[in-house]
């Protein structure tokens, strides 16, 4: 499928270091610019909200309850997103363009309902203290977080990267205008906010979908057909989401690490801040992630399993599979490289950083421990990928489960050794779910051949 390789290899061909440098910004931007936009623009909604007189808890309240928002519509997701996406690249593989906006609209709704009946109770009784409207607004930018998760990983999975940037950027852009246009209504004015930059960014995507196939029919759900789809896909994104959010979890209702902010929800000021940082440092990373999964290895990938269907000489598969393995290594390798780097420079320079930004020093030495633990999960996120391109689905569940149940098991631990250790739980975690991913990755490359052959 056309998309954002095409353009990074073209980008690449000029071969120069301007070129190089374009490259990388360029993936950089589309690999990390929509989560952080969506980041910045809460962040600056809650900055000018209260520069301006706004009550600091109700700020507050709008800060906590979106951040909860975001957490657990995508672990809500998780699984689904993955299904529906191997779903929808099979259907283009056969060429059944005619299947994938019924099938859409019939996750969506689906979708909408399930969620309906997940949140509604929880939003409606454990809120008593808030107010009706919050109640309704909690409830519909949930619903509308997940419909908008699915829309955007089925653009994600045909590489419309750059329209996805584009339409988040005039997205959220109309969020902070709303957000400043409502401020004075409190939590609800700032959650109604919220909703209509998602609901804006939700039919914007529709729109472009609808451009891209053809509408036979208003509803299918071909997705449910056991045969058409792959459940272990579902296990998968539900146990990495889990994974990605436990050790926040744990924190946030540990009452020595949080404090109740509004209803049940929970904010750790001492986790928080440091994990959020921690995150933007990944940018490098993922600029390398980006650009090498999605040229050298792509490329790679095609031309071996084009010459398999092909019926290529043997030796000539060899020669292919070695060209995929060797992309694999050095796009493992660039980004150790590159946000190893990036660590070394921020542990010089975060010192007089928090200075300039007036942040407290005593975050220092668990945003030490979180970078580290963010760098490596871009790593793991890479293996990930790979073997999402080989159909390897067993073995991202074995990689995502140990990040899960390490990180489960290791937060608890070190969260009752002390303060010392906080944050060494999700980086071990992310430590051995890599290494686990890296062995499997060796002998799966290893008899690459063979699996392709026999499994045919």
């Known amino acids: 499928m056309a998309g954002i390789g095409f353009e990074l290899r073209r980008i690449l061909t000029r071969d120069s270091i301007a070129a190089t440098v374009h490259g990388y910004t360029y993936a950089g931007i589309i690999g990390s610019g929509p989560w952080v936009l969506s980041i910045l623009a809460v962040l600056i909604v809650g900055i000018i909200s209260v520069g301006v007189g706004s009550n600091d808890t ?30 929808v690249a099979d259907r283009l593989f056969e060429k059944r363009f005619d299947c994938i906006l019924p099938n859409l609209f019939g996750l969506l709704s689906i979708n909408s309902a399930v969620s309906l009946v997940a949140v509604a109770p929880i939003a409606f009784t454990q809120f008593p203290q808030q107010s009706f409207a919050y109640q309704v607004l909690l409830v519909t930018n949930f619903i509308t977080l997940t419909n908008l998760w ?6 994600s999975g045909m590489k419309r990267y750059g329209h996805i940037l584009g339409v988040m ?41 609808v451009r891209m196939f053809p509408l036979t029919r ?28 436990v050790d926040k979890f744990l924190f946030w209702f540990n009452p020595a690490t949080s404090e109740g902010i509004v209803g049940p929800l929970r904010a750790s000021a001492i986790y928080d801040i440091p994990i959020f940082i921690a995150y933007l440092t990944t940018i490098p990373g993922m600029a390398v992630f980006l650009l090498r999964i999605e040229t050298d290895f792509a490329e790679n990938y095609e031309r071996l399993y ?9 030796d000539h598969v060899y020669f292919l599979k070695d060209q995929m393995a060797l992309s694999v290594r050095r796009a493992i390798m660039e980004i150790i490289k590159v946000q190893g780097v990036t660590i070394l420079a921020f542990f010089l320079w975060a ?3 928090f200075a300039a930004l007036g942040i407290s020093q005593l975050f220092l030495p668990l945003l030490f421990v979180d970078v580290v633990g963010a760098g490596v999960q871009v790593i793991l996120m890479a293996l990930l990928n790979v073997f999402f391109y080989l159909d390897r689905r067993r073995s991202v569940i074995a990689v995502t489960l140990t990040f899960f149940l390490t990180n489960l098991v290791l937060t608890i ?9 906080f944050g060494y739980g999700f980086v ?29």
């Not at 906590?64 to 779903?87: E, P």
């Not at 699915?150 to 653009?155: D, K, R």
């Not at 686990?436 to 490359?445: E, H, W, Y």
Request: aromatic letters at 14%; one cysteine or more.
């Open 218 to 245: 208003m509803l299918a759900f071909d997705f449910l057909n056991r045969k058409l789809i792959f459940p272990t896909l579902f296990v998968a994104g539900l146990v990495f989401y889990c994974g990605v959010w």
């Open 150 to 155: 699915l829309v955007v990983i089925f653009l």
């Open 58 to 87: 109700q700020v507050q309240h709008f800060l906590v309850s979106v951040t909860y928002l975001m957490a657990t519509s995508l672990i809500f997701t998780g699984g689904v997103q993955l299904v529906f996406t191997r779903f």
């Open 306 to 314: 084009d010459a398999i269907r092909g019926g290529a000489a043997l």
């Open 351 to 353: 010192e007089d950083l």
């Open 413 to 421: 631990v070190t969260q009752q050794l002390g303060p010392a250790f």
């Open 169 to 209: 950027f005039v997205g959220y852009s109309i969020m902070v205008a709303t957000g400043f246009g409502l401020r004075h209504a409190g939590t609800e004015g700032l959650l109604l906010g919220f909703l209509i930059t998602h609901a804006i960014l939700l039919f914007a995507f529709l729109t472009e979908i």
């Open 428 to 456: 071990i975690a992310a430590v051995l779910a890599s290494l686990v991913g890296l062995i499997i990755l060796n002998r799966r490359v290893y008899d690459l051949e063979y699996e392709t052959f026999m499994l045919s």
